[in-house]
C-alpha cells in the first residue's frame, strides 16, 4: 500500500494580506512519521496545515516527497476539523468512492476498494445512507475513509475528533492508530488535546503564540504503542507539554487583552 | 365536499401525516373556499352580473366553454407559452448563472446588464416584441423565457457563491480538475438555488403570460379575459382568473413533484 513521503518546511511564512501569521518554520518530517501540532487557538496551526495541503500561497518552500508544493494533491489526503466536508448528496459509499470515480477507475474496482475502506472504519452498515443520518463519529470515520482510500502518502489532519466525545474520540485514536501502522503513511495531525498527541505522536510540534507564530519546541516521544497515559514517562511528558504550551496560551491570552491577575476583583 | 373527503386517507398516508390530521387540513382548506363561494354569493346577490356575476352563472358560463372547446383552446395556448418559454429559460439560466458564479470575467461583463434589466419587468418589452418578433407565438415565448431566465441566473448564481469552501477544498484535494470541480461539486450545490429559482419563474411566467395575451394574441386565458370587456361578459373574466388559478396551481404542484422524484438527494 501507499508508504510515507518525507515533508520539508523550509522558512516558511504564511500572510493574510498585511497580516502575517507564521513566520519563519523550519521543519523535517520523516516519511511514515507521525508528527502532532500543538498550539494556542488561532496561532495558525490550521493555517499550516492548509499551506502542506497547497491551499495557501507561501513564501519559502514547501516539499512533500521531495516535490515542490504550489497546489492540492491526491499525494495530499485532508482530513478537515468538520465532517460537513462529506458530499450531503452522495451516500456514504459515494463519498468514499468519489477520489476514484473522478479519476476514472472502473465501476468493479472502485466498488471493491470502497467496500474494504468503509468496511476499515466500520461503516459497513450505513454505507448507502446519506451523511445526514448519520452520528458525528460515523461522518467522521466515512471521511477519514473517503481519504485514505485515495492512498495518499501524507494524511493532514485537522482536529479530526475535535467535535466528539471522549469515549468516541478514544476508540477513533485507536482506530487512527492502527491504520496509520497498517498504511504507513506520513500523519500531520492538529490537535489541542495534549493527552491525544501523547497517545498518538512520534514527535509533538508546539507552536509559538501568533501573530507571527513559529515552532516552540519539538518534543521526540519514545514510547512503545500502545501507550498507557498513566506510566511515569507520560505523566512527565504532559507535564513538559503542558508548561510549554500553557506559556504560550497566557501569551496569546494577554495579547488579546484577557489578562487574569489584573481582572479587577468583584 | 364529498370527493374531498375521500381522498383524505391516501393523501394523509402520502405525506406522512396522520389520517385525522391529514382529513382536518382537507376539511379546513374546503371550508375555507365554501366560505368564499357563499360570500361572493351573496355579494352578487345585490348587484348586477356585469359588476359581479354569481358563482352560478359563472360555474354554467365554464360548462358552456368546456362544452364548445374553447375554454380548453385557452388553457392550453397559455399552457403551452408558460411551458416552452419557462423551459428554454431554466435551460438557458442555469449553465448561465454557473458560468457567471464561476468566472469572474464572465460575471464583470454580464453585471452591468444584469442590475439594470433587472428592474424592467417583461410587460415594458410587449410593444417591442411585437416589433422585433411580430405577432406570433415566439413574441410570447420570448417575454416569459426572459423573465425566467433572469431570475434563475441570479439564484444560481447565489446557489455558485454560496457553495461550501471546505467541500471544493476536499474535492481538489481529491484530484479534482476545475471541469470536475463545477460538475460534482458546485453543480449540486447550487441544485436548491437553481429549483427556487425556477419556482419564483414560474410564478412570473403566469404574470407575463397574461399581460402579453392581453396585448397581442387572439388565444389563450389573457386575450379571453381581455375580449370579455367587448361583449360585457364579466363572467367571462372569471372563468379566466379561475382557470389561471387552477392552472398555476397544478403546474406548481407537478414541478414540486418532480423536483422531489429527481432531485430528492440534492434537497438537503
Ligand atoms: N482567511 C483568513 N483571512 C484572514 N485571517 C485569517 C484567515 N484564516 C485565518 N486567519 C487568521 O490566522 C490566524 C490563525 O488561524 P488558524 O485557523 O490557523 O488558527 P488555529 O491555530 O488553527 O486555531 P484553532 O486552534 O482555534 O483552530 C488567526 O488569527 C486568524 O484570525
Ligand atoms: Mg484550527
Redesign the pocket.
Known amino acids: 500500500m501507499s508508504n510515507g513521503a518525507s515533508i520539508e518546511l523550509g522558512h516558511v511564512g504564511i500572510s493574510?494580506?498585511t497580516?502575517q501569521?507564521v513566520s519563519n518554520v523550519n521543519l523535517d518530517i520523516k516519511p511514515g512519521e507521525f508528527v502532532c501540532l500543538l498550539?494556542p487557538?488561532?496561532?495558525?496551526?490550521?493555517?499550516?496545515l492548509n499551506a502542506i495541503a497547497g491551499f495557501l500561497p507561501v513564501a519559502g518552500s514547501i516539499s512533500v516527497g521531495g516535490d515542490r508544493v504550489t497546489k492540492p494533491g491526491l499525494d495530499r489526503g485532508v482530513v478537515f476539523q468538520s465532517a460537513e466536508v462529506l458530499f450531503p448528496w452522495l451516500t456514504i459509499r459515494e463519498n468514499v468512492e468519489y477520489g476514484l470515480k473522478i479519476r476514472g477507475v472502473a465501476k468493479a474496482e472502485r466498488a471493491k476498494k470502497a467496500e474494504h475502506f468503509i468496511g476499515m472504519v466500520g461503516l459497513a452498515h450505513a454505507a448507502d445512507k446519506f451523511p445526514k443520518e448519520l452520528s458525528g463519529g460515523m461522518r467522521q470515520r466515512a471521511q477519514i475513509a473517503r481519504v485514505l482510500i485515495n492512498e495518499p502518502s501524507v494524511v493532514l489532519m485537522d482536529?479530526p475528533f475535535g467535535a466528539l466525545d471522549a469515549q468516541t474520540r478514544e476508540v477513533l485514536q485507536e482506530e487512527l492508530d492502527r491504520l496509520w501502522r497498517k498504511t504507513g503513511c506520513t500523519i500531520v495531525f492538529?490537535t489541542?488535546d495534549i493527552w491525544e498527541a501523547l497517545l498518538l505522536a512520534d514527535r509533538v510540534v508546539v507552536m509559538t503564540a501568533?501573530?507571527r507564530a513559529g515552532i516552540k519546541t519539538i518534543q521526540p516521544i519514545d514510547l512503545p504503542h500502545p501507550r498507557d497515559a498513566a506510566s511515569p514517562e507520560c505523566l512527565e511528558l504532559f507535564r513538559r507539554l503542558r508548561d510549554d504550551i500553557g506559556e504560550e496560551v497566557k501569551r496569546a491570552l494577554e495579547q488579546q487583552g484577557l489578562n487574569r491577575e489584573e481582572e479587577p476583583a468583584t | 365536499m364529498t370527493d374531498a373527503t375521500q381522498q383524505t386517507p391516501t393523501r394523509g398516508a402520502r405525506t406522512g401525516f396522520s389520517m385525522g390530521e391529514g382529513m382536518k387540513r382537507v376539511l379546513i382548506g374546503v371550508l375555507s373556499v365554501v366560505i368564499g363561494v357563499l360570500a361572493w354569493h351573496i355579494g352578487a346577490m345585490n348587484t348586477s352580473p356585469l359588476f359581479l356575476p354569481s358563482p352560478w352563472s359563472v360555474a354554467k358560463t365554464t360548462g358552456e366553454m368546456i362544452a364548445d372547446g374553447s375554454l380548453f383552446v385557452a388553457i392550453g395556448a397559455s399552457a403551452w407559452r408558460i411551458a416552452a418559454g419557462w423551459a428554454a429559460g431554466v435551460i438557458i439560466g442555469v449553465p448561465l448563472g454557473l458560468f457567471m458564479g464561476r468566472f469572474q470575467i464572465v460575471r464583470l461583463l454580464c453585471d452591468p446588464w444584469i442590475e439594470f434589466f433587472r428592474f424592467i419587468p417583461p410587460i415594458a418589452f410587449v410593444t417591442l416584441a411585437v416589433i422585433w418578433l411580430g405577432p406570433g407565438e415566439i413574441t410570447k415565448i420570448a417575454l416569459i423565457f426572459y423573465c425566467t431566465v433572469f431570475i434563475v441566473t441570479i439564484n444560481t448564481i447565489a446557489g455558485v457563491e454560496n457553495v461550501n469552501q471546505l467541500r471544493l477544498q476536499a474535492a481538489r484535494s481529491m484530484g479534482a480538475s476545475k471541469l470536475t470541480e463545477m460538475t460534482t461539486v458546485i453543480f449540486p450545490s447550487a441544485v436548491p438555488f437553481m429549483i427556487t429559482g425556477a419556482r419564483i419563474a414560474m410564478g412570473n411566467s403566469f404574470l407575463t403570460v397574461v399581460s402579453a395575451e392581453i396585448v397581442s394574441a387572439q388565444t389563450g386565458l389573457g386575450s379571453m379575459i381581455w375580449t370579455a370587456r367587448n361583449f360585457g361578459r364579466t363572467d367571462w373574466v372569471f372563468v379566466g382568473i379561475i382557470s389561471l388559478g387552477i392552472l398555476g396551481y397544478l403546474f406548481d404542484r407537478a414541478f414540486r413533484m418532480a423536483t422531489r422524484k429527481w432531485f430528492r438527494r440534492f434537497l438537503f
Open positions: 493574510f494580506g497580516a501569521i498550539g487557538s488561532g496561532c495558525g496551526k490550521s493555517t499550516l482536529e492538529v489541542h501568533g501573530p
